[in-house]
T-cell receptor, first 113, second 110 residues
Framework: NAGVTQTPKFQVLKTGQSMTLQCAQD?????MYWYRQDPGMGLRLIYY???????DKGEVPNGYNVSRLNKREFSLRLESAAPSQTSVYFC????????????FGEGSWLTVV | EDQVTQSPEALRLQEGESSSLNCSYT??????LFWYRQDPGKGPEFLFT???AGEEKEKERLKATLTKKESFLHITAPKPEDSATYLC???????????FGAGTTVTVRA
């Protein structure tokens, strides 16, 4: 009963490096999301995918790209990491049949130095 | 644009000391208001969804209520294991994305 699985859990990057955060859900949900969480600012939406084959920008998309690889997987890519992207990243998923409740993964801690 | 404000930012309680957390929101149309619990180093865990003013939901020592402008999360006779950050989020009509408040961190001392 994994739910939403994210990898890696911890990562340290140097400024300018690139990396991809992976996310997979096993709940057959249609919609998937990437949020970031910073102290005092709550969770902010980066990108979301309403269904397989579609992606849209959220509140803070600059510096990120996403890929909805299939119904289960939704990856987040940082092309050229910046210290401002130091944060905790959460992947999440939802579907209408579950009342559109969003279920979260355990988080990925990213530090850019 | 949705706005969600939670107060207080932090709450320290003695075990058994009941209290309430506030979530005020501004949306053009509310589809649902969600409460989550988040433990340190973990992802948010779903607690409740409220859909219309006057609705109430309960789970163990937690009770959530909703009006047209705000929601309250009441913690009755809290225990140390209720210590966590409680997040409020709104979902607008014809949308499925959530807009979150900054959260209230609750610490319950034995």
């Amino acid at each position: 009963n994994a739910g939403v699985t994210q990898t890696p859990k911890f990562q340290v990057l140097k400024t300018g490096q690139s990396m991809t955060l992976q996310c997979a859900q096993d709940m057959n949900h249609n919609s998937m999301y990437w949020y970031r969480q910073d102290p005092g600012m709550g969770l902010r939406l980066i990108y979301y995918s309403a269904s397989e084959g579609t992606t849209d920008k959220g509140e803070v998309p600059n510096g990120y790209n996403v890929s909805r690889l299939n119904k289960r997987e939704f990856s987040l890519r940082l092309e050229s990491a910046a210290p401002s992207q130091t944060s905790v990243y959460f992947c999440a998923s939802s579907t209408a049949s579950s009342g559109n409740t969003i279920y979260f993964g355990e988080g990925s801690w990213l530090t850019v130095v | 644009e949705d706005q969600v404000t939670q107060s207080p930012e932090a709450l320290r309680l003695q075990e058994g000391e009941s209290s309430s957390l506030n979530c005020s929101y501004t949306v053009s149309g509310l589809r649902g208001l969600f409460w989550y619990r988040q433990d340190p180093g973990k992802g948010p865990e779903f607690l409740f969804t409220l859909y219309s003013a006057g609705e109430e939901k309960e789970k163990e020592r937690l009770k959530a209520t909703l009006t047209k402008k705000e929601s309250f999360l009441h913690i009755t006779a809290p225990k140390p294991e209720d210590s966590a950050t409680y997040l409020c989020a709104v979902q607008e009509t014809n949308d499925y994305k959530l807009s979150f408040g900054a959260g209230t961190t609750v610490t319950v001392r034995a």
